[in-house]
């Protein structure tokens, strides 16, 4: 449920992963933001989770991170209720529906990357996942498949229109 729109100070946003990238940063995006911000001086709110404590960033990144390299103090947050695992549950939903530049393979690869690193959705099993982010779970079988230093094949499992199952191997760039 959204609530409100308000100012905050940047150090006052939390990432989801503390000290750790977690979206993908592309140099380019965030220095498209960074020009947009010269010459405007204010960008769209970022997304948030809030708890009643803390404020977890879901969406925004990009322009989190063109805000920091140009000194900026605060930014606009809209705010919705819920904790660090509702922001969670929004950040990888908002991925893997998004249309990004970046291919789906990277951004999939992206996605179960950040669940297998999380002690909390590691743990879970395919069909408890699939319920949470609305996906076959066959997609999140790669969470328990996900080897991060390896340069083996990713697995991505497909499912066809007619209903029968493939495999379909993607390898690592």
């Given amino acids: 449920m959204k609530l409100k729109t308000v100012s905050v100070h ?3 946003l939390r990432t989801l992963l503390e000290g750790e990238e977690t979206a993908p940063l592309s140099i380019n995006i965030v220095e498209q933001f960074m020009q947009e ?3 405007t001086l204010n960008c769209a709110p970022l997304f948030v989770c809030n708890d009643g404590n803390d404020n977890f960033l879901f969406d925004g990144y990009h322009r989190l991170e063109a805000m920091r390299r140009l000194g900026f103090n605060t930014c606009l947050i809209t705010i919705y209720k819920g ?3 509702d922001a969670y549950r929004r950040y990888i939903g908002d991925k893997l529906k998004a249309k990004e530049i970046l291919p789906k393979a990277i951004i999939f690869r992206h996605c179960i990357g950040r669940l297998k690193s999380d ?6 099993d395919a069909l408890t996942l699939s319920r949470l982010f609305g996906r076959k779970p066959e997609f999140f079988q790669n969470v328990q498949l996900w080897q991060p230093q390896t ?3 990713l697995v991505l499992f497909m499912r066809p ?3 029968t199952s493939t495999l379909s191997k993607r390898f690592r760039n």
């Fill in 161 to 163: 229109k007619h209903g």
């Fill in 83 to 85: 904790d660090r695992r």
């Fill in 151 to 153: 340069r083996n094949p």
């Fill in 10 to 12: 940047l150090n006052l």
């Fill in 119 to 124: 002690l909390e959705w590691s743990e879970m």
């Fill in 37 to 39: 911000l010269k010459s």
